[in-house]
């Protein structure tokens, strides 16, 4: 069975920590682009991050530029999001998506992370931050 599982999620206090991990079955993410999305209630879904196929580029949002750190551990099939010194703005749900691209340009990457034309979703992980 192909899917992506999210996991990580949780309920922190502003300035505080989490990673997330996005595991892959059933397919290698190998060739893919993955990214992470989130979506807080009562608004729409925003790309957040992206990681291209050999890890040669990242890109962020600028919310969480310089705070949120994407990876990806090849021999685990599984892409990561660092995420620190987390912010109320940052409760969400959040979801990772895997695209068929094993060669993207930075544009291609943006445009991805923009527009989430992932042809994987994962079923999301709750991020709650909160005093």
């Known amino acids: 069975q192909v899917q992506l599982v999210e996991s990580g999620g949780g309920s922190v206090q502003p300035g505080d920590s989490l990673t997330l991990s996005c595991v892959a079955s059933?397919?290698?993410?190998?060739?893919?682009?993955v990214g992470w999305f989130r979506q807080a209630p009562g608004k729409e879904r925003e790309g957040v991050s992206a990681?291209?196929?050999?890890?040669?580029?990242?890109v962020y949002s600028d919310s969480v530029k310089g705070r949120f750190t994407i990876s990806r551990d090849y021999l685990k099939n599984t892409v990561y999001l660092q995420m620190n010194s987390l912010h109320s703005e940052d409760t969400g749900i959040y979801y990772c998506?895997?695209?068929?691209?094993?060669?993207?340009?930075?544009?291609?990457?943006?445009?991805?992370?923009?527009?989430?034309?992932?042809?994987?979703w994962g079923q999301g992980t709750q991020v709650t931050v909160s005093p």
């Open positions: 998506a895997a695209a068929k691209m094993a060669s993207v340009s930075r544009p291609q990457a943006t445009d991805f992370m923009t527009n989430g034309r992932g042809s994987y």
């Open positions: 059933g397919f290698t993410l190998d060739g893919y682009i």
């Open positions: 990681i291209s196929s050999g890890s040669s580029i990242t």
